[in-house]
């Protein structure tokens, strides 16, 4: 536009200022005019995502992408390990011990992601913390890599469901409703039992283990040094070991429940409830809390895997792929 | 009704309208709109944090000039528009050359006081 | 108009000039006209915002609003729904009635506009004698508008943004009167339809290829209206990286939306002048202003809806040129819009209007020097460029081996 004129004097160097002034707003009109009127002729060059794209959404995926983050919730123990060798910290667990039940079981809240922070630099086929199969498998159904953010992808493209009736609405509500909350787990009530079991067994020492077992979180994973829960369980069991805090998983109720056990090994009684440590409100909360009888509740709290509590709607919708494992590809998580 | 008027009926007829409709219109919006004001919302707008001083501060003087200026400019303006729709009419009655140099000599005096405050610096912005 | 109902009481078989109730039914008439023509603007305005969108949106590789109807054309409806059911709210600390009045203000001086302003060769609501001037005069209530609204805002930057706007509108009043005194000069009237009868339906018998100075003068009105409408590249009232919005800053809901209704309706008002004023307005090529005038039944109905459709032609292509210059260029600086006007318009402005007077005399003197300086004026500024410019957008888009394309992708 304008420039301003420099000087107000009327020589000659001045009005030719002026005049190329003049001459220079006219020129980037025209210039600029020209190009913003070609760009208007021209194709817009963006997609019109998601319905006006020439392929479906899911073959736009290059094959060699590699940002896949992928949680199988089915298989995922919720041991936290990925959480401990993450080193920037991307992902994000929070867990529940306990479903409500007496069992140390671990239960997953919230798994999340951090997209943010995400680097997608290490190779996702070199896994950052080893797989071990969960116990009483010696496979494992891992899916191939992928394969649910595929199946998400997919049901993008899908129509979307049709709305719930007023009636399914109701009735899912009404379910949620009935259903008790689980509730945390008590650990000096529930150390004092397994102390209580413990004194039992005192000689027999796989039983032993099998209860020092019990305390832990139980999702093997390895951070105790040993190979899994059993190793780590026949070691305390043995007198090998007699540090308690080594499950990390478990944490400090773990670690609570396991002194309480080798102190009254030791002692050879169980202890008393101390007040500090089992205040009388918890004691009245247990019962109300742990109201369904362990023997019934443990069984199925063994065998089920814990619920994914944020099921992406995408794996509901698809059915999961046969179980294949692959003998050479049992390596990574993600 | 007086001829010399009647071209201005609409002018009144629409002034109204227009502020009926427009005021029509700002009712409905209030019925249909929410209300739920509380003191943020209420406050005047300044990035987010409170506001700090008078709005109403010292501005530049040049705004002040330039106010002077367009009436100097603006008032003088109108006196041609007469001339300007009645240029013919002189051609007509022969009186063309006559009426140029008139309004020459006009617009000679408002291009001197136009080189006058260019000269001063009153249009310099920068 | 008046003519028009003063026929029809003469087809009920009354005398229009004894009639008890002739004034009844021209008030009648005219808040009828009045009606329409408030919808009209507020229409446009709204079909503008869509419009708007898209041209931006295609000049920028996009594609733009294309979901709600046919190519996304009712977007405006949505928009207008849901500014509708918006919050109306007043700042505690501003003026209340003054906050609440001053979108009127505007509405009611850009509606104004709409009474002298022709649309085809019969339809003008009131051929006054003052037109130009009338409009003028009323554009000026936008000025109040905008320096109420922020004032009353009682914040800094409605207020810096309306003494901003307030500066740059009665600055550019100045050259934008001297512009539009030239097509007066030219046709000794101050009428819209007496100018554009003044012209004729071919263009170079249109007062823009007059002679250099109206061509000058064209431009130098265009530039002023793109000013005082607070269109980019002179949207400094507005500019969003300094003063937020502006002078509407605090404004919200239905309120805010007259601001901008204005502004796009505005568009219509400033291209409507511009084709009047210089590009022959309605006038239909081959077919003289009295032949239209004596022309009746469904010839002259069919002729009344041609005229109209060449007078909207040529200020929807203005419309269009001043969307595309808001995607073209970047917001001028405070200094330089001041620069431009007063260093630049006025002058030339005042100096068109010495040209062209002096001019009168001597095409008076030999007509055949008017009739020819037409012709050149015509080709050399008209066609010409016109020519090489599209050469120039057709070389821009097959160099980059890019081609073109308008048809796809809506």
Known sequence: MAENVTTQRQTPGAIGAYVKNVRDTAKSFWEGMSVTLSYMFRKPITTQYPDRVPVPVRDTIPPRYRGFLEVDMDICTACQACERACP????????????????PKLRMERFDIDIGKLRFVPDPLVPAVPYKPPKGSDAFPRRALGEITRALIAAWDAPPPPFPSK????????????????AGLDPTAMGRQLAAKALQVKEDKPKLAKVFEEAMAGTDCGDCGYADCKGYSEGLASGKDFSPEKCAPGGADSKAMLETILVSLKSGKVPE?????????AET?????EAPPPAEAKAPAAEAPPPAEVPAPGTDAEA????TPEPGDRGPLR | MDSYLTPYIPVLILLLLAGVMCAAISVLAGYLGPKRIFGVKESAFECGSPTTGEPNARHSVKFYLVALLFIVFDVESVFIYPWGSLLRDFHAEGLGWFAYLEMLSFMGTLALGLVYVWRKGALEWS | MQGWIDSLIRGWGQDPATWPWTQIVYVAFMGLFAFIVINFAAITAGIFSWAERRVAARMQSRVGPNRVGPGGFLQWVADAVKLLTKEDLVPAEADNFLFRIAPYFMMVGFACVFVALPFSHRLVIADMNIGIFFILAVTALIVVGIIMSGWSSNSKWSLFGAIRSAAQIISYEIPAGMALMIPVLLAGTLSTQGIIRAQGGWPWQWFVFDNPATFAAFFIYFISALAEGNRTPFDLPEAESELVSGYNTEYSGMRFSYFFLVEWGNMWVMSALASTMFLGGWQIPGVSAAQLDAMTGGRAVAFELLSLAIFAGKTLFWVFVVMWLRWTLPRIRVDQMMNMCWKYLVPVSFAAVIFVAGWMLVVRAAPAVGTVTHWIMFLAAGVLPAAFFINRVARNIHDTGDKFDFTSNW
Not at chain 1, 88 to 103: E, Q, S
Not at chain 1, 273 to 281: G, L, N, Q, R
Request: glycine share 10%; charged share 20%.
């Open chain 1, 167 to 182: 009636e399914q609405l109701e009735g899912d509500s009404g379910a949620a409703h009935g259903k008790p909350k689980p």
């Open chain 1, 273 to 281: 409830a101390p007040a500090a440590e089992a205040p009388p409100p």
């Open chain 1, 88 to 103: 920037i910290a991307v992902i994000n667990i929070d867990i529940l011990k306990g479903d409500g039940k007496i069992t």
């Open chain 1, 320 to 323: 999961p792929p046969p179980a």
């Open chain 1, 285 to 289: 909360k247990a019962p109300a809390a």
